[in-house]
């Protein structure tokens, strides 16, 4: 049987970097093809696709995505650890998904598909896509870091671009124009005061501001500011969205961007199970069954310069998956 950690580490050798995904699809593709798989490429933009691999379908499907977050960090071992982007967030999880699949087809269950998505990490362009694809299994474990622990429901996003407006001026004669950056910085500095709505399994609704673009040169008075921030949401969207309306009133200018629900996801008895506070393509594919997300790996070490999975964590995950599926076919 093909070893998970070599797999991961040839898989984290191939970039992917969201919109680039096409060389990792193939190597995946070719992987599935050479076992016996019946491999359905879904281009979803040139050059990049979903993979769906099937043997006999109505089962489980095991999903994950093969984008990652910039820039590309080559793979390497060290201490009982795979370090390289994408080791836990989510190629190690592709990796471990390909074997366990492949080994309960090798002792005889054909009830299982295979999932790989791509854009996940920038709109979910592949999700959206996949969901439209003719899924006949009844169950849906989808991939992402959870500390190998079943996530028993995980926070929504939405984001939103903030836009102040001023009168540009000689900054000279400052009382000439009027600033847009100066009312964003009282507005951002009120938010930590916002009561947002919480939730007794998700907890609290959270805001990062991830990006602040104002004026055009130091020597002119700003006459646009804009902010970029992402709210994790706990429930339903509608008082998220009326507090900020409040909070904007004659002030600001708001744009809703992309939305992904809040979720409560299936358990397993025997399973350990805990809430996550990041968001997943699970909402995007409602058509692919009875949702659960596991995966090895932690969060807290996805999208940075050491990101990691532990070896022996990996490994185990690979049974993990192999008696969910079970399971859950039982």
């Not at 854009?119 to 959206?128: I, L, M, Q, V, Y």
């Amino acid at each position: 049987m093909t070893d998970v950690v070599a797999l991961a580490t040839e898989l984290l050798a191939i970039p992917s970097t969201t919109r680039d995904e096409g060389a990792a699809v193939d190597f995946c593709a070719r992987w599935l093809v050479a076992r016996g798989w019946n491999v359905t490429v879904q281009e979803v933009t040139p050059g990049r696709g979903n993979i769906w691999a099937s043997r006999k379908g109505g089962g489980v499907t095991l999903s994950t995505h093969l984008d990652t977050v910039p820039p590309y960090v080559p793979p390497r071992r060290d201490g009982g650890r795979i370090y390289g982007r994408g080791a836990c967030d989510a190629k190690g999880i592709a990796a471990a998904m390909l074997v366990a699949a492949d080994r309960l087809v090798e002792a005889g269950e054909d009830r299982v598909d295979l999932l790989l998505v791509v854009g996940e990490e920038r709109g979910s362009d592949g999700a959206r896509l996949a969901n439209q694809l003719p899924a006949t299994s009844r169950w849906l474990i989808n991939g992402e870091p959870t500390e190998s622990i079943l996530a028993s429901g995980c926070k929504g996003a939405q984001r939103v671009i903030v836009r102040t407006a001023g009168t540009e001026a000689h900054s000279a004669y400052p009382q000439l124009g009027r600033s847009a950056i100066t009312p964003m910085l009282a507005l951002l500095q009120e938010l930590d005061g916002l009561a947002f709505p919480t939730d007794p399994v998700l907890g609290a609704t959270t805001v990062n501001v991830g990006l602040i673009r104002g004026g055009t040169e130091a020597n002119i008075v700003p006459g646009a500011c804009e902010a970029e921030m992402m709210l994790r949401l706990v429930g339903d969207v509608a008082p998220v969205k009326h507090v900020l309306e409040a909070w904007a009133a004659g002030r600001a200018e708001l744009e809703y961007g992309s939305f992904i629900p809040a979720q409560h996801f299936h358990t397993v008895p025997g399973f350990r199970s805990a809430p996550v506070a990041y968001t997943s393509d699970i909402p995007l594919l409602g058509n692919w069954g009875t949702p659960l997300l596991f995966g090895p790996g932690s969060i807290h070490v996805a999208h940075t310069p050491g990101e990691h999975v532990d070896e022996a964590e990996l490994r185990a995950s690979v049974e993990t998956y192999v008696s969910l599926v079970r399971t859950l076919l039982t």
